[in-house]
């Protein structure tokens, strides 16, 4: 059924989809796997990664959704019926964990409207004997702050503690914010899109700029992008690069083939497709950038040896700048090598911080709130730093929302008399009520295993059905001829020769590959250790009702598949029965007369 309204510009749409693909995984994901597999070297992997894999699945999406104008649901079922209900469930799955990721980002934002930043210093003890709390000085302030005064986390996923109030309320605005953004579907996501896509490049040009300007700069950016060629060797780095494409465009979830349903039937949705896929991974680079400027100049920070000496030596204020510290510590190290030797000096190598810096929560909560902490005017980089995360977020939440609610509508849950913004509302409360798990003590565990195992694998499977669908049970000629009515002319040898051959090869071996990481890596999650000072903290395994919630996500959404293929077919085997015994008395009518 054609859609009754569209979106209202080519750019709103395609903002739409750019603000869909382009997420936090841009920020924190793409700059770690950068730097921990050879630099400038991952780029190789991970360019063909796009060119094979990304920009086809991407334009199947793009092109099914606008040709058929339905969601994943709609289009599944008239292409290949067993995959709406998979990707519609881990659109639902992300959701529940991703906007709570966006609630830890809304509570630090409102932190930072403060001077001093609160995760500055460590508190007095519970005591106020004067004092500091002992967790705190044994890690260090950023790792208090995130682990114990916004988590308040247990020791580990068995203790599951109590709903920490504050955090419920912040998932509470999170998910209320998402909803006035996205009550009318399209029409309403459409006006918001402008900001929530537009503002993170302008916070991320803001950091880019400042970030050059800071001493250790450049050093990082060298470090960051010198190749390794040796690192291609390793299997990982490939079966990395490949991942990371398929989740930056957000291939899969639905939200693409609803946004693209919203379209005028001659767009040329192709030119979109390749147009979007470029613009992320150009913005994966910009943001890497940005954020390996920044820590570079966190490693070469060496403020705090700056006053030990200073004070050792009663040497005037400022007479030691940044640049010249290693210098003078050299000359000193050589005059009066006891007297410095016997100085608590830190070492700050920028390999060793920098091989530290940990992806995803460790990389935003952690790591980097640590080098805001460093820059002059610190409350006003938070503050940019965690907007820019919030909107980040929020534009990727208007697509996962649309994977969910445009489905829903094709199935028509809800008479057509009842408006789209109660089925809006039921759907964001419904997702606030199942993620109120996340708000407890354990929370963080839990969504470790949600991120781990719900979307990866899932995800995977039904691209590969996706192609195989679309290349072999819809038609290649059938698709090539939508695609020339839409575009005015067929697809061309590249893009028929990635559909029926090179894609869906890649995405089977990407499949194995993710499948023997599982069997041969013991689950296990990042727990929290005082005693550890980096962004991670010890390592802890997975009790019996985690591991069950492990399987369970790792094939519930797939399990659709086979589900509604049985249903189907006993469905069919119910009406041939129902038709001949229907037939049987008319037989014997008719024998009789």
């Known amino acids: ?122 508190p007095l003890d ?15 302030t950023v790792s208090y702050f995130w682990y114990r005064q916004t988590l308040n986390i247990t020791a580990d996923i068995s203790d599951n503690g109590s709903i920490q109030w504050r955090l419920l309320a912040c998932l509470a605005a999170s998910w209320a914010v998402v909803y006035l953004c996205v009550i009318r579907g399209i029409e309403t996501t459409g006006k918001a899109i402008y900001f929530t896509a537009l503002f993170p490049y302008l916070v991320l040009t803001i950091f880019l700029i400042r970030g050059l300007t800071l001493p250790g700069a450049v050093r990082g950016l060298i470090y960051l ?24 465009l957000s291939l899969a979830f639905g939200g693409h083939i609803a946004f693209a349903s919203y379209n005028p039937p001659r767009n040329n949705c192709e030119k979109d497709a390749v147009t979007v896929a470029l613009v992320n991974s150009l913005t994966s680079l910009y943001a890497s950038i940005a954020v390996f400027s920044v820590l570079g100049f966190k490693a070469a920070n060496d403020h705090g040896n700056l006053l030990r000496l200073l004070n050792a030596f009663d040497l005037p204020d400022q007479s030691i700048s940044r640049d010249d510290y290693a210098a003078v510590l050299a000359h000193l190290n ?17 390999e060793d911080f920098l091989d530290k810096s940990a992806s995803g929560t460790g990389l935003a909560f952690v790591v980097f709130t640590e080098a805001v902490l460093h820059m002059p005017g610190a409350p006003g980089w938070a503050v940019l730093f965690f907007g820019m995360l919030f909107t980040l977020g929020l534009s ?14 094709d199935l028509g849950v809800l008479r057509r008399s009842v408006p789209k913004e109660v089925l809006t509302g039921l759907v964001c409360l419904l997702c606030f009520l199942s993620a109120t798990c996340f708000a407890l003590q354990s929370g963080s565990y839990w969504l470790q295993v949600f991120d781990s195992y719900a ?38 040898l590249y893009w028929r020769v990635t559909w029926k051959v090179v894609s869906p090869l890649l995405l089977l071996t990407i499949f194995v590959a993710y499948i023997a990481v599982l069997a041969w890596t013991p689950l296990s999650y990042r727990a929290w250790d005082p005693q550890y000072v980096g962004p991670l903290g010890a390592t802890g395994s997975h009790f019996g009702p985690a591991l069950a919630t492990c399987v369970l996500l790792c094939f519930l959404p797939a399990l659709w598949v086979p589900a509604v293929a049985l249903v189907q077919q006993l469905a069919k085997r119910r009406q041939k029965q129902d038709t001949w015994q229907d037939g049987c008395p008319k037989l014997q009518e008719g024998g009789a007369s």
Not at 72 to 96: D, E, K, Q, R
Not at 126 to 140: L, M, P, W
Not at 229 to 240: A, E, G, I
Not at 396 to 409: D, Q, V
């Open 1 to 122: 059924m054609e859609k009754s309204r569209s979106l209202c510009s080519w750019g709103q749409y395609l903002l739409s989809c750019l603000g869909f693909a382009v997420g936090l995984g841009n920020i924190w994901r793409f700059p770690y796997l950068c730097q921990t597999h050879g630099g400038g070297a991952f780029l190789i992997p991970y360019l063909i990664a796009l060119v094979l894999e990304g920009i086809p699945v991407f334009y199947i999406e793009l092109a099914i959704g606008q040709c058929l104008r339905r969601g994943s649901i709609g289009v599944w079922t008239a292409v290949s019926p067993y995959l709406g209900l998979g990707c519609l469930t881990v659109s639902f799955l992300v959701s529940l964990y991703y906007n709570t990721v966006l609630s830890w980002v809304l509570w630090y934002l409102l932190n930072s409207f403060q001077d001093p930043l609160p995760w500055s210093s460590c």
């Open 126 to 140: 519970i005591n106020r004997t004067g004092a500091f709390e002992a967790e705190c000085q044994a890690s260090s």
């Open 225 to 248: 992008f010198t190749p390794n060629v040796q690192t291609l060797r390793n299997p990982r780095v490939w079966l990395d690069a490949a991942t990371q494409i398929f989740f930056s």
């Open 334 to 350: 050589a005059t009066q090598p006891e007297s410095v030797a016997r100085l608590p000096l830190e070492v700050c190598q920028l």
């Open 396 to 409: 990727s939440m208007f697509g996962n929302l649309e994977g969910i609610i445009t489905p829903l509508l």
């Open 455 to 492: 979307a990866p694998l899932n995800l995977i499977i039904f691209a590969f059905f996706e192609v195989v669908g679309i290349a072999y049970v819809y038609g290649m000629p059938r698709f090539s001829d939508d695609i020339a009515c839409m575009t005015g002319r067929r697809p061309g």
